[in-house]
């Protein structure tokens, strides 16, 4: 069995469901393969780039992309169910505004730096989809890095400078040239493209093909 470590390259957006939902999937994988080969890091892809600094009403948001509740309860209605099939919770009702996902990329690479990525993430995934909470807000994005360990008074002051703005960008700019056109994007030891929640069954199946055994 190969001890290689295997990069995981994750290209998401925070307020992405089908991002949250591919999570829980590799997650699930990941706890039932222990001896995994990811290293596993979240790169910066935003649904809405032009989205206003201080987010937009989320029904005046739905209406413009889907033209109303109906639709956009419609185009929902496959997300929430397979949310639910993954054991996730997607509290559509309590989520009040969609926020400009900026700065939580900068709280995520920042939490790369201080090796709590992934629990950065899954706090931001939970403050939005089950709490509701505006993730675009300073004080919340600060309040999330307490509670994965992180400082929140070096985060709140990082988060009102212009620190990492541009790597962001230039990020998100980089994916897109690739021909990234969607989130999330797995890419698999620098040049294998796995795009969308895919099922845990799948992952194990590539995490077997990478340790040499029998799939």
Known sequence: MSETVVSLDILS??????CYI??????SALAAEPSHPFAIQWHPFQL??????DGMDRRAYLKAKFGGQEAAVKAYAP?????????LTINFEAMQRTPNTLNAHR?????GIERCQ???????FDAYFVQGRDIGANEVLADIADAVG???SVVLRLLRSESDIQNIRDRDTQAREMGVTSVPTFIVAGKHAVPGAQ?????RKVIGELQGRDT
Do not use: S, T, Y
């Open 13 to 18: 957006d925070p307020i992405c469901p089908w």
């Open 79 to 87: 997300v929430a169910e397979h949310a639910r099939n993954a054991g």
């Open 107 to 111: 709280l995520i690479h920042w939490a």
């Open 22 to 27: 591919g999570k829980a999937q590799l997650d």
């Open 48 to 53: 809405n780039p032009d989205m206003p600094a």
């Open 150 to 152: 992180m400082d929140a």
């Open 118 to 124: 992934n629990a950065a993430v899954d706090a931001l």
């Open 199 to 203: 099922p845990p069954d799948l992952w």
